[in-house]
């Protein structure tokens, strides 16, 4: 059984860049979920995706956005990246849209400068 | 608003020791919570839940206690290993149409050989 994979590891982009980040979720799980952790804090829910559809959202602002593909995988993009998005984005996947365990992956770790 | 927290940032014990993290929790209507494990550049990883319809719950070394009468949770950490150093977070399902979970800003526990 493959786990939550999350790529790049580490990125540093630039004010005003956008990024996008990925996750592969755990075999057989059609649900992702995002996370941002800031340093010294607890994660914080971004968004979700459940078959592909967003399943929710947190309190962060439309340059957040999403997607999910027929295999699951999930990709994140910020765009007009600020100083204040560096931080630790984790990506959770989970069997079903309705909450049973999220496995999370290791993270993408993103400065912006 | 509705939050999870924690008592104490830091808890250092010696090896051997039994640990108790404590997590303090607003939303009444909350139904699942689950605690995990975060070491130092890694994802969250899963150590045990607990349903809002049971009040103990024991897994290997581990055990969670939930008293809802005052809306506490602990986490029971038993003969403390190094291995155990990391930071703990409780976390709720928030109760509603679509699963996430609302993290709380963690504990660090430091165990001494």
């Known amino acids: 059984e493959t786990g939550v994979t999350q790529s790049p590891t580490h990125l540093i982009k630039t004010r005003g860049q956008q990024v996008t980040l990925r996750c592969s979720s755990q075999s057989g799980h059609n649900t992702v979920s995002w996370y941002q952790q800031a340093l010294g804090q607890g994660p914080q829910f971004i968004f979700q995706y459940y078959r592909e559809e967003e399943n929710g959202r947190g309190n962060f602002p439309p340059r957040f956005s999403g997607l999910q593909f027929p295999n699951y995988s999930s990709e994140l993009n910020v765009n007009a990246l600020e100083l204040d998005d560096s931080a630790l984005y984790l990506c959770?996947?989970?069997?079903?849209?309705?909450?049973?365990?999220?496995?999370f992956g290791p993270g993408t770790r993103l400065t912006v400068t | 608003g509705e939050s999870v927290g924690l008592h104490l940032p830091t808890l250092s014990v010696q090896e051997g020791d039994n640990s108790i993290i404590n997590c303090a929790y607003s939303n009444s209507a909350s139904d699942y919570f689950i605690w995990y494990k975060q070491e130092s550049g890694k994802g969250p990883q899963f150590i045990i839940d607990i349903r809002s319809n049971m009040d103990k719950r024991q897994g290997q070394r581990v055990t969670v206690l939930l008293n809802k009468t005052v809306k506490h949770l602990s986490l029971q950490i038993a003969a403390t290993q190094p291995g155990d150093s990391a930071v703990y977070f409780c976390?709720?399902?928030?109760?509603?149409?679509?699963?996430?979970?609302?993290f709380g800003k963690g504990t660090m526990l430091l165990v001494s050989p």
């Open positions: 959770a996947s989970s069997l079903g849209g309705m909450g049973n365990e999220q496995y």
């Open positions: 976390a709720e399902k928030t109760p509603s149409g679509y699963s996430t979970l609302t």
